[in-house]
């Protein structure tokens, strides 16, 4: 994330405070020993003056931090990501063969649509610290929020949706190539598309007894886009920098101190994985959702089940409501020790192919991206890593183009860290069997002797862990059968190393 460590600094403000405090106490008594007798306490003044100018220095050393850290993420080296024509682009489910100009428009509209959340800075002073920006210490919180943002996304959206202001971002950084092609030496992009799409022909006009039908599915349409645009606009209102804003970096902040964290610490995907559970648990906003978050890379069906099923739960006081939740399944898992383990990889690759997934928090060490697709043996991800001027989000009809990336980035599966969390989403019952149904399937292609992680009938508690529900406030426990015992060993005390 960052070369200078933020929790550095926050280390010399915060640890090193509490050592002063605590020699001031120490050498307290030895002043109070004088020639003359005891020396009278410390006046309550002076230990006030003394708490400020600690206090001063602490916001000193946060500014000079966020200052450092706005610099080194504000700005970005333009450069085009290039594409091969002749492989598929998978992206949450879809296919894209970018072989002509219809193709490519496809992929830019499904990839311009994800909802990006980068570094932002100068929104409203996170409590309990001096922090006015996320920059350096937040790329994980940022990812997290991307991922959620993808499974509300599908929640309240059409599965095909696509922002309408896309047509007008012309400055889309990729091309796509014919890898070596001996007419085009070094390859040449495919026309460009940045221009707006349409016929040079004029329209043909249609019969008199064909217009009003026409007219009348027009209006459908656009009060039908119309709809969907204010949920769009409603759904980034839910991720602003204000402190209101239900899983925005205020409350995610806040919510984190329950599992031992702060503002300016470094999160991992399984801590962001509980925390987002809890944001949407907390929240009123979202209705007819609930986030499950599997134990010991196993999901327990019936846990989700009691979950979701309203009818087992006979707390809902709305006759009318539906009688099984939409649910987003979040699992936290292990991909390796110190590196990716290459025989998960097609197994990745089959995650990111089903309709189900929302996505992958994960990232290269010390560097959280967020993973929506691949093309040959490269991932493709949205990237934090980038600090932009906090947008009031409470204004009426404030800009959304901050909110969406127009530069597609690629990197190497062998760069990828171990740990991460996946995602997936299931709007009801059936949806969610055919869930388990698929992703056992992706599961099975793995060249490992054992599964990134696993579907099991029954509840936690009936494997020995009554303690550890997935509304438990820390991470998952890691509890494996003798076997794998070593094996969860190495997976905790690494993911600590990498992340924490």
């Not at 069906?301 to 939740?325: F, M």
Request: net charge neutral; charged share 20%.
């Amino acid at each position: 994330m960052n070369s200078v460590s933020p929790s550095a600094a926050q280390y010399v403000g915060g640890v090193m405070q509490d050592e002063l405090v605590d020699r001031g106490r120490q050498q307290q008594p030895m002043e109070r020993q004088g020639s003359f007798g005891v020396r009278p306490p410390q006046t309550q003044g002076a230990s006030r003056e003394a708490a400020g100018e600690l206090d001063e220095m602490d916001k000193l050393k946060a500014k000079l931090m966020s200052a450092w850290n706005n610099v080194k993420y504000g700005w970005t080296v333009k450069s085009k990501t290039s594409f091969n024509k002749m492989s598929p682009v998978t992206v949450l489910g879809h296919s894209y063969l970018l072989n002509s100009e219809d193709e490519v428009e496809r992929f830019r509209l499904a990839f311009v649509s994800r909802i990006w959340l980068t570094y932002r800075r100068e929104f409203p002073q996170l409590e309990g610290s001096t922090w006015t920006t996320d920059c350096g210490w937040g790329c994980m919180l940022r990812s997290g929020q991307m991922l959620l943002a993808q499974g509300l996304l599908v929640h309240l959206m059409p599965r095909d949706w696509v922002w309408p202001e896309c047509q007008q971002l012309t400055d889309v950084d990729f091309e796509v190539f014919r890898p070596r092609s001996p007419a085009r030496a070094g390859g040449v992009p495919i026309p460009s598309f940045g221009s707006p799409r349409g016929s040079s022909t004029p329209e043909k006009s249609l019969p008199s007894s064909q217009a009003p039908r026409c007219s009348q599915k027009k209006r459908v349409y656009e009060s039908t886009k119309d709809r969907q645009e204010h949920i769009h606009s409603r759904l980034v209102t839910w991720f602003g920098d204000q402190p209101p804003a239900p899983f925005g970096v205020h409350q995610l902040v806040d919510i984190g101190k329950g599992s031992g964290k702060k503002a300016g610490d470094w999160y991992g995907p399984s801590v962001v994985a509980h925390i987002l559970r809890k944001a949407v648990d907390k929240t009123s906003v979202v209705t007819n959702l609930a986030v499950y978050v599997a134990q010991d890379c196993t999901v327990y069906k019936e846990d989700v089940v009691h979950l979701c099923d309203r009818s087992l739960n006979q707390t809902s006081s709305d006759p009318s409501s539906q009688d099984w939740k939409s649910v987003i399944i979040l699992v936290p898992v292990r991909l390796g020790g110190e590196a990716l383990n290459p025989s998960y990889i097609d197994c990745v690759k089959n995650f990111l192919k089903l309709e189900c997934c929302i996505g992958i928090i994960g990232g290269k060490p010390k560097h959280s991206l967020y993973f929506i697709g691949f093309q040959d043996e490269q991932l493709l991800y949205l990237d934090p890593h980038y600090c932009q001027p906090v947008v009031d989000v409470s204004q009426v009809n404030f800009s959304l183009e901050s909110f969406h990336c127009s530069s597609p980035k690629k990197m190497p599966f062998n760069r990828m860290d171990p740990s991460c969390t996946i995602g997936f989403y299931a709007k009801n019952k059936k949806d969610f069997e055919s869930l388990c149904s698929a992703v056992s399937e992706a599961l099975s292609s793995s060249k490992e002797k054992y599964p990134v992680f696993t579907f099991v009938e029954g509840h936690s508690q009936d494997y020995g862990l009554e303690g550890h529900s997935s509304n438990h406030s820390g991470p998952p426990a890691h509890i494996l059968p003798p076997g794998r015992l070593g094996r969860s060993n190495n997976r905790r005390s690494s993911e600590e190393f990498v992340f924490l």
